[in-house]
């Protein structure tokens, strides 16, 4: 007994993190079936958490989920602590495929305040994503793809895509020197350029660069490379690997690009950032498609600097 009470105390002294922070060993449900929950603080400037032994079994993933959803809707032992889901916001069902799990919310999610509904967020990710299998987590509202507030598709969430931020710095801001690929004149040459972006800590540099390539360029002699319809699905990074999933209207061309060179914009683009090597596109995540009738989505594209015509600053 003395031992199972120096472990809890050990986990309780790791409850109250940041936002994001990780408590006491890890995210990984563990061989006692410890789990950590996340919860809002009362402020919603952060994420605090509790420890948690759960009691369905190992081996019935969907028991664990039902689980898990409840105690994110039941207030917890610390009443300063605010559960995510439960009072304002309901989830209606759930299913699952594979690694991922898509949550179905209610039509009060889209109510919430930007920086709480980001909190909401990370908090359903970080405890769900403990549950052995699930590594990503997908919400839709009454059955539509959730979207940012910029009207892009959230996509489906991995636990470190969100960005640890201290509790009262959600809303905090960073600036960032990217190093972006777009066209010439002719379409088809790419012209290098270097912006300067400030832009929320909530969101990946990966992602930051392909909304940024979607934006277009605003410097004379630059031209768009990527239909500015498209919508950013979701951007994940597996070793050394970026996976980009866009919507359908990035296959639809508008601009007098060849295929290359809006396939290596991208590309050449994520490879300037320091953990990224390759890239793979997929349409909706689908990546057996041809783009532009002349080149496979199946492949994993690497830099290509022969397309390169000249290095302009923006």
Sequence with gaps: MDGIKKRVVCLLSCALILLLGVACGGSDVSAEGYVTIYYLNNAETGLVTQQYQTKASQENRNEQIDELIGQLGLIPDKLEYRPPIGNSVKILSYHTEENHITLDFDEHYRELPPTTEILVRAAVVRTLTQ????????????????????????????????????????????????????????????????????????????????????????????????????????????????????????????????????????????????????????????????????????????????????????
Excluded: W
Excluded at 132 to 141: A, E, K, S
Excluded at 152 to 164: I, K, P, R, S, Y
Excluded at 244 to 265: G, K, R
């Design 131 to 314: 549950i052995d299998g699930i590594t990503h987590v997908n919400f839709l509202v009454r059955g539509e793809a959730l979207v940012d507030n910029l009207g892009n598709v959230v996509g489906a969430m991995t636990a470190d895509q969100f960005v640890d931020n201290e509790g009262d710095e959600i809303n905090s801001y960073e600036q960032a020197d990217l190093r972006l690929y777009f066209a010439d004149e002719t379409g088809t040459k790419l012209l290098a350029c270097n912006r300067n972006v400030r832009f929320s800590s909530n969101i990946s540099m990966e992602k930051l660069v392909v909304e940024q390539l979607i934006l277009g360029p605003s410097q004379d002699g630059f031209y768009p490379v990527i239909n500015p319809e498209t919508k950013v699905v979701n951007v994940t990074v597996k070793d050394g690997i970026c996976y980009v999933n866009l919507t359908d209207s990035f296959l639809t061309q508008t601009n007098s690009v060849t295929p290359e060179i809006a396939i290596y914009s991208m590309v050449n683009s994520l490879v300037e950032l320091s953990n990224i090597n390759k890239v793979q596109i997929s349409v909706n995540g689908e990546t057996n498609l041809t783009y532009q009738e002349s080149i496979s989505l199946t492949n994993v594209f690497e830099r290509n600097l022969e397309l390169l015509y000249s290095n302009h600053e923006e």
